[in-house]
Structures are given as structure tokens and as C-alpha cells.
């Protein structure tokens, strides 16, 4: 199993983004996938998870809204994506492959995507 | 948004043991399975204990993990200095429309 993500971008407050993230190994269509955000010096905050094989998403309370996760399945690729960023959104964020099923946990992870927002 | 507690820091020296725990409350660790993370610096987390006590192949059984009503603890026996890194519990919160929470982490420091 391998997640291989984007990588680090820049951008100013107000610009869109969208990073990636692209499994192998296993049978991305059938297993929950989903990102995980680790600003400068903090912990761990889940934003949610994706279904690929059919979409389903799932946020975190604290992410609803403010984020939208995608998958193409196709090509095997999961997306975090922003319309407007702002300078908080700065951090390091990680796509982990979850099980098959909703309720299963984080077990492999990607490399992490350094997103930095600054005027 | 963390609901579970986990304290700063832990420390000793190579060859003793450490204790980290994890406080939850009855709509997470209570219901659901408990997991571990260990963050190295500079790297991606890494699963260390899945279902409260279970160890991913490749994860030393120096590692352990137990859970007991609402609060889960990770031992460290044997410490070595490539420990040395954050730990984090993690487990499904039922409370708000289902969401997979992590610890506020524990820094192991190998003196």
C-alpha cells in the first residue's frame, strides 16, 4: 500500500487549492480514505473521509463547509480542496487510507502536503 | 476539538519503561476501539496499536496498549532513542455525526 501526495504549494489568502493524493497498492475504490491536517507545533485534527467507490463523504464538524473532499476513482486519487484559502489553513496536511468499512481506522499514510498561506 | 486527554510529555532514560495515557469519556473510548500513533519528527504518523491491544506486523512488542472504560494506555518498554517522538490516541467520537478524534499528544523524550 502506498499513498503518494502532491506537493508543497504557496499561496496567497483568497486563492483556491486542491491537493492530491494517489493510493496503489490495494483497491482504492473499496477503502475509505481520508485527510488529516497538522498546523505549525499542533496535534492531529481529522477533517474526514471519502468513499471513493461510490463518494460517500464524511466531515468533521469542524471542517464542514470550509473544505471538499473528491476521489476519482479512475485514476486512483483522492482530493482536499479550498475555494478561498486564509492564512490559518497554513499546516501540513496528510491523506491516510481508512478499512472497507465506515468505522475502520487510519492504517497507512501519506507523506504529508505542506500548504503555506501568506500575503 | 480534541475530547481526548492526554498528558504533554514523557520522559526516561534508554532501557526503562513509560506509561502514556489517554482520557475519553463514554461516547468514544467507552464504545469504540482505541488506536496509537507514533509521529517521529520530521515524518508521518505510523499506526502502533490497533483495536486497544492489537500490533501492526513490523511494531516491536516493546509497545503495548490497554484499554479500561473510558481511558486506554500506551506502555513503552525498553526505551530506546529512536522513541523518541509524539504519541497520540485516536478513537470514533458517537457524539457529533460520527468523527474519528485524535489525543492531544504525548511528547516522549528519551534523556
Known amino acids: 500500500v502506498q499513498l503518494v501526495q502532491s506537493g508543497a504549494e504557496v499561496k496567497k489568502p483568497g486563492e483556491s487549492l486542491k491537493i492530491s493524493c494517489q493510493g496503489s497498492g490495494y483497491s482504492f475504490p473499496s477503502h475509505w480514505i481520508g485527510w488529516v491536517r497538522q498546523m505549525p507545533g499542533k496535534g492531529l485534527e481529522w477533517m474526514g473521509i471519502?468513499?471513493?467507490?461510490?463518494?460517500?463523504?464524511k466531515y468533521s464538524p469542524s471542517f464542514q463547509g470550509q473544505v471538499t473532499i473528491s476521489a476519482d476513482k479512475s485514476i486512483s486519487t483522492a482530493y482536499l480542496q479550498w475555494s478561498s484559502l486564509k492564512a490559518s489553513d497554513t499546516a501540513i496536511y496528510y491523506c491516510?487510507?481508512?478499512?472497507?468499512?465506515?468505522?475502520?481506522?487510519?492504517?497507512?499514510w501519506g507523506q504529508g502536503t505542506l500548504v503555506t498561506v501568506s500575503s | 476539538q480534541s475530547v481526548l486527554t492526554q498528558p504533554p510529555s514523557a520522559s526516561g532514560t534508554p532501557g526503562q519503561s513509560v506509561t502514556i495515557s489517554c482520557s475519553g469519556s463514554t461516547s468514544n473510548i467507552g464504545i469504540n476501539y482505541v488506536y496509537w500513533y507514533q509521529q517521529l519528527p520530521g515524518t508521518a504518523p505510523k499506526l502502533l496499536i490497533y483495536k486497544n491491544n492489537q500490533r501492526p506486523s513490523g511494531v516491536p512488542d516493546r509497545f503495548s496498549g490497554s484499554k479500561s472504560g473510558t481511558s486506554a494506555s500506551l506502555a513503552i518498554s525498553g526505551l530506546r532513542s529512536e522513541d523518541e517522538g509524539d504519541y497520540y490516541c485516536a478513537a470514533w467520537d458517537d457524539s457529533v455525526s460520527g468523527r474519528f478524534i485524535f489525543g492531544t499528544a504525548t511528547k516522549v523524550t528519551v534523556l
Open positions: 471519502i468513499y471513493p467507490g461510490n463518494s460517500d463523504t
Open positions: 491516510a487510507r481508512h478499512g472497507p468499512a465506515y468505522g475502520d481506522y487510519p492504517n497507512y
